[in-house]
C-alpha cells in the first residue's frame, strides 16, 4: 500500500525523489526569470569560457541548452538562479 501511494504522490507531483535542483518549480513562468541575469550570465560565460548562444537568443533556448528546463517548465535551480523574485514561491 505504501508503495502505491509514493508513485501516486509521485505522478501528481506533490512529492519527488531527485534533487532539489532538478526538481520543477511549480507556478514559475518563464516571466519570473529576470532576462537581465540572463544576459549577464551569457556575456561573462562567453568572456569567461567562449559560451556559444549570444545574448541575442531566447531566454527559453538559453535555459534549456543549460539543462535548466525539464518537461518544458522550470527548475529550482533555474528559479534561485535567474528569478526576479527567487523566494516568492518558497517564502512569499
Same mark, same amino acid.
Given at each position: 500500500? +505504501?508503495?502505491? !501511494?509514493?508513485?501516486? !504522490?509521485?505522478?501528481?507531483?506533490?512529492?519527488?525523489?531527485?534533487?532539489?535542483?532538478?526538481?520543477?518549480?511549480?507556478?514559475?513562468?518563464?516571466?519570473?526569470?529576470?532576462?537581465? &541575469?540572463?544576459?549577464?550570465?551569457?556575456?561573462?560565460?562567453?568572456?569567461? &569560457?567562449?559560451?556559444?548562444?549570444?545574448?541575442?537568443?531566447?531566454?527559453?533556448?538559453?535555459?534549456?541548452?543549460?539543462?535548466?528546463?525539464?518537461?518544458?517548465? !522550470?527548475?529550482?535551480? !533555474?528559479?534561485? =538562479?535567474?528569478?526576479?523574485?527567487?523566494?516568492? =514561491? +518558497?517564502?512569499?
Amino acid at each position: 500500500m +505504501y508503495v502505491a !501511494l509514493v508513485n501516486f !504522490l509521485e505522478k501528481k507531483k506533490h512529492i519527488h525523489t531527485g534533487s532539489f535542483d532538478t526538481t520543477i518549480c511549480r507556478d514559475a513562468t518563464i516571466a519570473d526569470i529576470n532576462a537581465e &541575469r540572463i544576459k549577464w550570465f551569457i556575456e561573462m560565460a562567453q568572456a569567461k &569560457r567562449g559560451f556559444p548562444l549570444s545574448t541575442a537568443t531566447k531566454p527559453i533556448t538559453v535555459l534549456t541548452h543549460l539543462n535548466l528546463t525539464r518537461e518544458a517548465s !522550470l527548475t529550482n535551480a !533555474l528559479y534561485f =538562479f535567474l528569478a526576479k523574485t527567487p523566494t516568492v =514561491f +518558497y517564502y512569499g
